[in-house]
Protein backbone atom coordinates (compact mmCIF):
# COMPACT_ATOMS: atom_id res chain seq x y z
CA UNK A 1 0.00 0.00 0.00
CA UNK A 2 1.27 3.65 -0.93
CA UNK A 3 0.87 6.60 0.68
CA UNK A 4 -1.62 9.81 -0.50
CA UNK A 5 1.70 11.45 -1.61
CA UNK A 6 2.97 8.79 -3.55
CA UNK A 7 -0.43 7.85 -5.18
CA UNK A 8 -0.48 12.03 -6.08
CA UNK A 9 2.59 11.75 -8.23
CA UNK A 10 1.37 8.66 -9.91
CA UNK A 11 -1.84 10.29 -10.89
CA UNK A 12 0.33 13.35 -12.14
CA UNK A 13 3.17 11.06 -13.86
CA UNK A 14 -0.07 9.37 -15.50
CA UNK A 15 -2.09 12.12 -16.41
CA UNK A 16 1.28 13.93 -17.98
CA UNK A 17 2.32 10.83 -20.19
CA UNK A 18 -0.94 11.09 -22.10
CA UNK A 19 -0.81 15.23 -22.08
CA UNK A 20 -3.01 16.32 -19.65
CA UNK A 21 -3.26 20.16 -19.62
CA UNK A 22 -2.86 22.45 -16.41
CA UNK A 23 -2.20 19.84 -13.75
CA UNK A 24 -2.67 20.83 -10.48
CA UNK A 25 -2.75 19.72 -7.01
CA UNK A 26 -4.29 20.81 -3.92
CA UNK A 27 -3.26 19.80 -0.61
CA UNK A 28 -6.79 19.82 1.23
CA UNK A 29 -6.37 17.68 3.98
CA UNK A 30 -6.66 20.31 6.44
CA UNK A 31 -9.34 21.73 4.66
CA UNK A 32 -11.50 18.65 4.27
CA UNK A 33 -12.32 15.32 5.42
CA UNK A 34 -13.21 13.92 1.58
CA UNK A 35 -9.28 13.35 0.19
CA UNK A 36 -5.62 14.29 1.25
CA UNK A 37 -5.40 15.61 -2.58
CA UNK A 38 -7.00 16.63 -5.85
CA UNK A 39 -5.76 16.59 -8.69
CA UNK A 40 -7.15 18.77 -11.53
CA UNK A 41 -6.53 18.67 -15.01
CA UNK A 42 -8.11 19.81 -18.34
CA UNK A 43 -8.27 17.60 -21.45
CA UNK A 44 -8.64 18.14 -24.92
CA UNK A 45 -11.40 16.25 -25.66
CA UNK A 46 -14.17 13.79 -24.22
CA UNK A 47 -12.07 11.04 -25.97
CA UNK A 48 -9.15 12.55 -24.20
CA UNK A 49 -11.00 12.76 -20.82
CA UNK A 50 -12.14 9.36 -21.03
CA UNK A 51 -8.38 8.46 -22.04
CA UNK A 52 -6.56 10.47 -19.14
CA UNK A 53 -9.29 8.62 -16.51
CA UNK A 54 -8.48 5.12 -18.11
CA UNK A 55 -4.64 5.68 -17.75
CA UNK A 56 -5.01 7.49 -14.26
CA UNK A 57 -7.46 4.17 -13.49
CA UNK A 58 -4.31 1.61 -14.63
CA UNK A 59 -1.58 3.28 -13.10
CA UNK A 60 -3.14 3.39 -9.89
CA UNK A 61 -4.43 -0.29 -9.97
CA UNK A 62 -1.20 -1.43 -11.19
CA UNK A 63 0.30 -0.15 -7.69
CA UNK A 64 -2.70 -1.60 -5.61
CA UNK A 65 -4.71 1.39 -5.53
CA UNK A 66 -8.17 1.01 -7.54
CA UNK A 67 -10.64 3.39 -7.17
CA UNK A 68 -13.67 3.26 -5.02
CA UNK A 69 -15.34 4.91 -7.93
CA UNK A 70 -15.61 6.71 -11.32
CA UNK A 71 -18.39 9.08 -12.05
CA UNK A 72 -18.90 11.50 -14.99
CA UNK A 73 -18.18 9.05 -18.14
CA UNK A 74 -21.44 9.64 -19.55
CA UNK A 75 -21.39 13.39 -20.56
CA UNK A 76 -17.38 13.47 -20.41
CA UNK A 77 -17.52 17.34 -19.32
CA UNK A 78 -15.73 16.38 -15.91
CA UNK A 79 -14.87 12.80 -15.08
CA UNK A 80 -14.15 12.22 -11.23
CA UNK A 81 -12.01 9.49 -10.07
CA UNK A 82 -11.68 8.84 -6.39
CA UNK A 83 -9.34 6.86 -4.73
CA UNK A 84 -10.08 7.62 -1.36
CA UNK A 85 -7.48 9.63 0.37
CA UNK A 86 -6.60 11.35 -3.81
CA UNK A 87 -8.99 12.46 -5.90
CA UNK A 88 -8.62 12.83 -9.63
CA UNK A 89 -11.05 15.92 -11.59
CA UNK A 90 -10.57 15.55 -15.21
CA UNK A 91 -12.39 18.18 -16.93
CA UNK A 92 -12.80 19.92 -20.55
CA UNK A 93 -11.68 23.47 -20.54
CA UNK A 94 -15.16 24.88 -20.28
CA UNK A 95 -16.28 22.83 -17.37
CA UNK A 96 -13.41 23.47 -15.42
CA UNK A 97 -13.81 27.42 -16.19
CA UNK A 98 -17.40 27.05 -15.23
CA UNK A 99 -16.83 25.00 -11.69
CA UNK A 100 -13.59 26.69 -10.68
CA UNK A 101 -12.38 23.84 -8.18
CA UNK A 102 -9.44 26.22 -7.27
CA UNK A 103 -10.96 28.46 -6.26
CA UNK A 104 -12.29 26.90 -3.15
Do not use: N
Not at 51 to 77: F, I, K, N, Q, Y
Amino acid sequence: MIDSYEMTKLAVQALDGKKAREIRVLKIEKLSTLADYFVICSATSSTHVKTLADEVDRVLSLHGEPPLRSEGHRDCGWVLVDFGCVVVHIFLDETRKFYSLERL
